[in-house]
Nanobody, 120 residues
Framework: QVRLVESGGGLVQPGGSLRLSCVAS????????MGWYRQAPGKQRELVAV???????NYADSVKGRFTISRDNAKNTVYLQMNSLKPEDTAVYSC??????????????WGQGTQVTVSS
């Protein structure tokens, strides 16, 4: 069984910063890509950023230059550093990972989500 657990969300003023973390645990053989998605009320879920096992990254245009995704493979953890936050960044942020389990089955896994609210 594999679990993804996010942390680091909260309330922040416009222009502020937050750092999200997501730890994968369980019967993991290998983690391929890891990423962050977000869903605002009344909107579809969208990709925020993704990072491959080799460290290649891709970002949504709306967060380029403000957000940075990184990962610690030894800790099965992915981070999202969010700077210069705007009210439109308010959403539930969810972690996603493509994981090969110890019985060599590959699947996509999701965390439970963490709320990020940007407001004065």
């Amino acid at each position: 069984q594999v679990r993804l657990v996010e942390s680091g969300g909260g309330l922040v003023q416009p222009g502020g910063s937050l750092r999200l973390s997501c730890v994968a645990s369980g019967s993991i053989f290998r983690i391929n890509s890891m990423g962050w998605y977000r869903q605002a009320p009344g909107k579809q879920r969208e990709l925020v950023a993704v990072i491959t096992s080799g460290g290649s990254t891709n970002y949504a245009d709306s967060v380029k230059g403000r957000f940075t995704i990184s990962r610690d493979n030894a800790k099965n953890t992915v981070y999202l550093q969010m700077n210069s936050l705007k009210p439109e960044d308010t959403a539930v942020y969810s972690c996603n990972a493509q994981i090969i389990t110890s019985n060599l089955l590959m699947d996509n896994y999701w965390g439970q989500g963490t709320q990020v609210t940007v407001s004065s």
